[in-house]
């Protein structure tokens, strides 16, 4: 990156330090130079010195100056052949400023513990003629599927970032859940937090948590056995359209987490999270819907019970993105 630019913290990167949201949007600056950018004052989170373990709040702006290139030695490993394929065989759009893939459900966005391959580790596979590497500019959960951008400059990140928190864009999930949802459409306006419940961290409702919205629209019913339901949350929090169906008493199929055993169906074979990114609109600089097709393993559940996996309809189009 060849000059400073200024980030706003995302809603989905409230809370993380510093440092790992440095790893997160520039994966290839190492820890060592990021410490010295941090010690020198070039980089500076609402105009002040902050330190690497800096908790960061949604809206915070964050300097990034010119960031140095890696040292041979610390440069990520070259992909393979077959990455790089792979990864090129996901784009569903490409234009000069970002590009959108359809994640496969399974593979997660990020590194974790035990993780080694992820979108994040092979985003170099998506730089084609762009001076700068790519980066992502929001997630999805590793069970779901979908489209997902990856900004292709940190000007475009900024941009990308600035219409999510202003909620400037409109997403659209697909799932089936499990049951028959009371209402044909509705808007659900519960608040989540995180607990842990012996080792496993998970969210549930809660007065004390922060606020949720997401609409949904039953876009097809199979009896009262289960519902062919498209969603389009209004906040990020995590697991918010997982907690919300388990709510409306229809947990998402397959999501054992959320809904338990009521989250399967005898004689289904379903025993993935069927939660699907179906598309995103953008409005900035002009409007741009991208939509993405169900993952072949998905497209046999909803064939199985006559769903219609085409349509291209938006439920949500009167909603202001």
């Known amino acids: 990156m060849s000059r400073v630019v200024t980030l706003e913290v995302a809603a989905e990167d409230a809370g993380i330090r510093l440092d790992r949201w440095f790893r997160r949007h520039f994966p290839d600056l190492p820890h060592g130079r990021l410490e010295k950018l941090l010690r020198t004052g070039q980089v500076r989170v609402d105009g002040g010195r902050a ?9 915070s702006r964050v ?3 010119p960031l140095p290139a890696a040292a041979p030695g610390e440069r990520q490993p070259a992909l393979s052949k077959d990455d790089i394929a792979f990864m090129r065989s996901l784009v569903i759009h490409r234009d000069e400023r970002l590009i959108a893939i359809n994640k496969p459900p399974g593979l997660p966005v990020q590194g974790g513990s035990g993780l080694t ?6 985003l170099d596979a998506l730089r084609f003629d762009a001076p700068e590497r790519p980066r992502l500019v929001h997630r999805l959960d590793r069970d779901t599927s979908g489209v997902l951008l990856i900004a292709r400059s940190a000007a475009a990140a900024a941009a990308l970032g600035e219409a999510f928190r202003a909620r400037e864009t409109r997403k ?3 799932a089936i859940v ?31 948590g922060k606020r949720a919205i997401t609409h949904y629209a039953v876009l097809e019913r199979a009896g009262r056995r289960a519902a062919f339901v498209a969603f389009s949350p209004i906040t990020g929090r995590t697991h918010q359209i997982r907690v919300h169906a388990a709510s409306l008493g229809t947990p998402i199929l397959g999501d054992g987490k959320y809904g338990g055993a009521a989250a399967f169906l005898p004689g289904v074979d379903a025993d993935f999270l069927h939660l699907h990114a179906r598309a995103i609109e953008l ?12 993952p072949p393993e998905m497209r046999k559940t909803w064939d199985f019970f006559g769903f219609d996996a085409q349509d291209k309809s938006d439920p949500f189009a009167e909603l202001e993105p």
């Open 51 to 59: 330190k690497a373990s800096a908790r960061l709040d949604a809206g």
């Open 63 to 65: 300097r990034v100056p």
């Open 117 to 122: 391959r992820h979108i994040d580790g092979m």
């Open 172 to 174: 659209t999930y697909w």
């Open 178 to 208: 499990v049951g028959s949802p009371p209402a044909n459409a509705g808007r659900i306006d519960l608040p989540i937090a995180k607990v842990m419940k012996g080792d496993v961290e998970r969210m549930e409702p809660d007065e004390e």
């Open 283 to 294: 409005n900035t600089p002009k409007k741009l819907r991208i939509v993405a097709p169900l």
